[in-house]
């Protein structure tokens, strides 16, 4: 077994790709008390998704692959709150947890991706997801006095992370993607569910928002 190294662990319902950002909202005196901790040491925490139980309280059950986040901005609030915004860093997965802290802490090892076997058929499934992409975005959201652009980084592999990271989806579906290790097969897995967001996007007048395009921050604890 590879050496094991400590990282508290956030849980919560959602799962964090590699180089995606998000945003939370530290309430939890367990959680301030993480956050301090990966501050004053600068180190990162790990995201993973709850497979069951709440993100309030003691008791969520994980999914034991989930992704380093670093700390790039801290807003803190009079009475001990925190708005922080976090980055995905490189993946984790977890072997045995460790009790002994008020919140979660793994024991993990890092999770590898493959080098690939074929690097013209990654190329090719990564421009066709690309471009399938940038149809959908327009089909979507753009207006006549709007124009949407979407630029994507150059590595096949952090093309497949973005994609995973914007596009609607059900969080088991993302967590898949997430454990997948194989760049090709997690571009062959994206593909047909941007064509499927393609067809709806052409089947509606208006893109319709729900609740989750509407929240500016998660509230996770």
């Given at each position: 077994?590879?050496?094991?190294?400590?990282?508290?662990?956030?849980?919560?319902?959602?799962?964090?790709?590699?180089?995606?950002?998000?945003?939370?909202?530290?309430?939890?005196?367990?959680?301030?008390?993480?956050?301090?901790?990966?501050?004053?040491?600068?180190?990162?925490?790990?995201?993973?998704?709850?497979?069951?139980?709440?993100?309030?309280?003691?008791?969520?059950?994980?999914?034991?692959?989930?992704?380093?986040?670093?700390?790039?901005?801290?807003?803190?609030?009079?009475?001990?709150?925190?708005?922080?915004?976090?980055?995905?860093?490189?993946?984790?997965?977890v072997r045995k947890f460790d009790t002994s802290k008020p919140y979660m802490v793994g024991m993990v090892e890092p999770v590898v991706?493959?080098?690939?076997?074929?690097?013209?058929?990654?190329?090719?499934?990564?421009?066709?997801?690309?471009?399938?992409?940038?149809?959908?975005?327009?089909?979507?959201?753009?207006?006549?006095?709007?124009?949407?652009?979407?630029?994507?980084?150059?590595?096949?592999?952090?093309?497949?992370?973005?994609?995973?990271n914007l596009l609607p989806a059900e969080n088991l579906v993302k967590q898949q993607l997430l454990e997948t290790t194989d760049t090709?097969?997690?571009?062959?897995?994206?593909?047909?569910?941007?064509?499927?967001?393609?067809?709806?996007?052409?089947?509606?007048?208006?893109?319709?928002?729900?609740?989750?395009?509407?929240?500016?921050?998660?509230?996770?604890?």
């Open positions: 077994m590879a050496h094991l190294e400590e990282l508290p662990l956030f849980p919560l319902h959602t799962v964090l790709f590699p180089y995606a950002p998000i945003q939370l909202h530290i309430f939890e005196e367990r959680y301030r008390e993480m956050v301090r901790n990966c501050l004053d040491f600068d180190l990162p925490f790990g995201v993973v998704l709850i497979r069951s139980g709440s993100e309030i309280g003691p008791g969520a059950e994980t999914y034991m692959v989930g992704t380093a986040a670093r700390i790039e901005n801290i807003h803190h609030y009079d009475d001990g709150r925190m708005d922080i915004m976090v980055r995905g860093q490189n993946r984790f997965r991706e493959l080098e690939p076997e074929n690097e013209d058929r990654v190329f090719a499934l990564a421009t066709r997801a690309q471009e399938s992409f940038r149809l959908w975005i327009e089909s979507a959201f753009s207006r006549p006095d709007m124009n949407v652009h979407v630029q994507f980084p150059t590595d096949s592999s952090q093309v497949s992370f973005l994609i995973a090709a097969q997690r571009l062959t897995d994206l593909i047909p569910l941007i064509e499927r967001q393609i067809i709806e996007a052409r089947s509606q007048a208006l893109y319709k928002l729900d609740a989750r395009h509407m929240t500016d921050w998660i509230n996770p604890n």
